[in-house]
């Protein structure tokens, strides 16, 4: 990698702490992609590793000067290429910035961008309380990654996704001004909702440097059921019966490929032969949750399982929760992937998963679905060879009738990755012309100059 040429650093070298301007290439190749194996990524002029609101004002305001832009950085765990650089931009990282002050009164928790979720949630359990939003990269992904894509995860079938638990926010705008909006208030209807605007703006609006986030009682020991069906029909029909007339705290799916991915790196004993595996939690008082489980199992049983298996030991629950964890990082070892994240009402999680499995039948692709199915919200990795010339091509067919289908089915093509920069070309015809307009009108009044995470989104 060889360093790209720009203006002076000096200015800002001089604005910021000893260090916290990184130029040699060596040390900033770390900062210049995300987990989706954007295939674009340029060079930086600099990285800045912000420790204050300040420090992220200074590197604003140089940008602005010259007309830099900008990609704000969390932990790089995203997977829609939001934060991959381009070539002379500055990274703002921050993940330096990570103080968590927990409120126990007031069931608040106030904590910068660079926190990992997992240190959030452990300060909160110091407490007894509970942040509940749970992406599968939950001990490595950063809270202002998480409020910037407006992460969801596995027990937001039950609890929301993290929107729903941002109360408040500093956020550096694109000529360098901080503004705090929201705070620990639970109702707050002074002026337009602006703190809902930045969750899930993926960097294009403004740079978060602390968030205030709701707190929950402590979440209750899980129930966990593990169901596997011969058919994907019958697990996506055990879902849409369970969704029907409960709601579980966790309601999770794999299919054929995902099992095996799992099962060759963990050998945990999963069922290989079987096409879909459910996971499900109730996190109900004892005899509640006991009573939602035996439903739940029978539901399965109905619906031709051919395995149900429940436990009330949070260890063994927690080994399978765990087996969903690692799915992708599990069939990422089966090649290069391309990775979806198309939502689709639930009513028309078996029309998507079975469609899907058409699609992977007719072009001759391995497509790899683990879901978030209790939300409709799945994430079809279609894995293919690299080496392979009609490798990428096909699978890139794949990916878009994918995007189709769910479209079809009145889905989105993205439930809680974010458009980064992989899905972009998918918003217009999504959203339509008027809504598009409308957010770019927005984008560009927050940010005339265009140097917030350009390339992303829009
Ligand atoms: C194995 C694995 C499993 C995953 N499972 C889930 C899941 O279940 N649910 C889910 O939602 N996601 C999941 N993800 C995706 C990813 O972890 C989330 O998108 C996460 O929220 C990204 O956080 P980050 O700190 O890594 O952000 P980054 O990747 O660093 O950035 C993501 C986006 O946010 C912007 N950004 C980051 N910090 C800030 C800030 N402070 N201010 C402004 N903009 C900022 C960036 O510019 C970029 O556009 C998974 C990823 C992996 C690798």
């Not at 001990?139 to 729903?164: H, M, P, Q, R, W």
């Not at 337009?192 to 978060?208: A, D, R």
């Not at 794999?254 to 996190?283: F, P, W, Y």
């Not at 799945?378 to 794949?398: C, F, M």
């Amino acid at each position: 990698m060889t360093a790209t040429s720009g203006p002076s650093l000096a200015p800002l070298i001089q604005a910021l702490p000893e260090d916290a301007v990184i130029t040699d290439p060596d040390k900033m190749d770390g900062y210049r992609r995300d987990r989706s194996h954007d295939p674009e990524v340029g060079v930086p002029l600099a990285v800045v590793r912000a420790s204050s609101t300040a420090d992220v004002q200074a590197a604003v305001r140089f940008a602005a000067e010259h007309g830099i832009a900008l990609v704000p950085r969390g932990a790089g765990s995203g997977l829609s290429g939001g934060s991959s650089v381009m070539d002379g931009c500055i990274v703002v990282a921050l993940d330096g910035m990570r103080r968590i002050d927990v409120d126990p009164v007031s069931h608040t928790v106030v904590a910068q961008p660079g926190a990992f979720n997992a240190e959030v949630k452990a300060a909160a359990a110091e407490h007894g309380l509970w942040y509940p939003p749970d992406p599968s990269s939950v001990e490595f992904c950063s809270i202002g990654g998480n409020v910037a894509t407006n992460a969801g995860g596995l027990c937001c079938v039950k609890y929301g996704v993290t929107s729903d638990y941002v109360l408040g926010m500093t956020v550096v705008l694109a000529d360098g001004t901080a503004v705090t909006l929201g705070g620990p208030r639970l109702k707050d209807v002074a002026g337009l909702s602006l703190t809902k605007l930045f969750v899930g703006s993926e960097g294009t609006l403004g740079i978060i440097t602390e968030v205030v986030l709701r707190l929950i009682p402590a979440q209750r020991p899980a129930s966990t059921l593990v169901a596997t069906f011969a058919t994907l029909a019958d697990a996506t029909g055990s879902v849409l019966a369970i969704t029907r007339s409960m709601r579980p705290s966790m309601l999770e799916f794999m299919d054929k490929v995902c099992i095996n991915a799992v099962e060759d790196h963990t050998r945990m004993g999963l069922d290989r032969h079987a096409a879909g595996m459910l996971i499900v939690q109730s996190d109900e008082p004892e005899q509640f949750a006991a009573s939602e489980i035996t439903r739940i199992s029978e539901i399965c049983r109905r619906n031709s399982a051919t395995e149900v298996y429940s436990t009330d030991d949070p260890d063994e629950g927690e080994a399978f929760v765990e087996a969903r964890r690692i799915v992708l990082p599990a069939v990422e070892k089966m090649g290069a992937i391309m990775l979806e994240d198309v939502g689709v009402p639930v009513s028309r999680l078996s029309d998507l998963v079975l469609g899907i499995e058409v699609i992977s039948r007719e072009l001759e692709v391995t497509v790899a679905v683990v879901a978030h199915a209790g939300d409709g919200n799945t994430h079809p990795s279609i894995v293919y060879d690299p080496a392979d010339p009609d490798g990428q091509p096909t699978a890139q067919a794949a990916f878009d009738r994918i995007m189709e289908l769910a479209i079809s089915l009145g889905g989105t093509i993205t439930g809680e990755h974010g458009v980064g920069r992989l899905k972009k070309a998918w918003l217009p015809g999504y959203l339509g012309a008027d809504v598009m307009a409308l957010n770019q009108k927005i984008k560009s009044a927050l940010d005339p100059q265009n140097i917030l995470n350009p390339g992303a989104v829009y």
